[in-house]
């Protein structure tokens, strides 16, 4: 069977990484167009390394929980039949087991130089600018998609999706293009369709909704997935 199964802030949580739109979420305090858009990084560049450089620190401090693990087990069990699409940019999903994951919003532990397109593996701060290691310029940026900006994987995303079986969508709001729109490629390839989350959308287009927090309903799938 080809599953492929998508996650957002709401599998993090448990571990203690706020969601983006939940109470007490990244963005309640904070307009992502302020911190998550080229234009915000051209305005005031230390605003924007400051809150990645935040959110950086806080996920050194965190560890993945038992849906990650668990998600880490079915790829043990399926390989390449899984496609696990992220649009978090924390490391859960390695740091849990996994091998294969896309990173469609790119990871918060990586930096980007705009000068050389070179990529580096980066866990300290980047708001002092720090030289790049390939051409020493001083103009390394998160490695992360922001609003307005291309998805990182999309073409492998997009063929997992027409050849999917199952589609499982985890602890994700649904309302940010272009994941918003995987569950209608699912459906329309014929798949199956599965939500978990701990508040489903009573409009939801899912087959199946099972409503609870990650921790619980993601091992619980992954043992059916198993048995
Ligand atoms: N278990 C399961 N689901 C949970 C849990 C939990 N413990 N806690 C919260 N959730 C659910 C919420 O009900 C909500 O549907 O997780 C979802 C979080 O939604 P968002 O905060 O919108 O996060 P996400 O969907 O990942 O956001 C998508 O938006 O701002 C951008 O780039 C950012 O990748 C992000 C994208």
């Not at 234009?39 to 230390?46: I, L, M, V, Y």
């Not at 492998?156 to 027409?162: E, G, H, I, P, S």
Request: aromatic share 8%; proline share 6%.
């Amino acid at each position: 069977m080809k599953v492929v199964v998508l996650t957002g802030a709401g599998i993090s949580a448990e571990s203690g990484l706020p969601t983006f739109r939940d109470a007490d979420g990244l963005w309640e305090g904070h307009d992502p167009m302020a911190v998550a858009t080229p234009e915000a990084f051209a305005d005031d560049p230390d605003l924007v390394q400051r809150f990645y450089d935040e959110r950086r620190a806080a996920l050194a401090r965190v560890e993945p929980n038992a849906a990650h693990v668990a998600l880490a087990r079915l790829e043990e069990r399926l390989g390449e039949d899984l496609h696990l699409v992220t649009q978090n940019i924390d490391d859960l999903h390695e740091r849990g087991g996994s091998t294969r994951v896309h990173h469609m919003h790119g990871r918060l532990r990586a930096a980007w130089c705009t000068t050389c397109d070179h990529r580096h593996e980066w866990t300290t701060t980047l708001v002092d600018r720090p030289a790049c290691p390939t051409c020493g310029h001083s103009t390394l940026r998160p490695d992360v998609v922001w609003f307005g900006e291309v998805p990182h994987d999309m073409d492998a995303v997009q063929r997992a999706l027409f050849e999917c079986d199952l589609f499982v969508a985890i602890g994700t709001s649904g309302l940010v293009y272009p994941a918003a729109a995987f569950v209608h490629y699912a459906i329309g390839a014929g798949a199956d369709t599965l939500e978990l989350n701990l508040a489903p959308d009573p409009v939801s287009d899912f087959a199946q909704v099972r409503q609870g927090p990650a921790t619980r309903t993601v091992p619980a799938w992954v043992a059916e997935m198993l048995a």
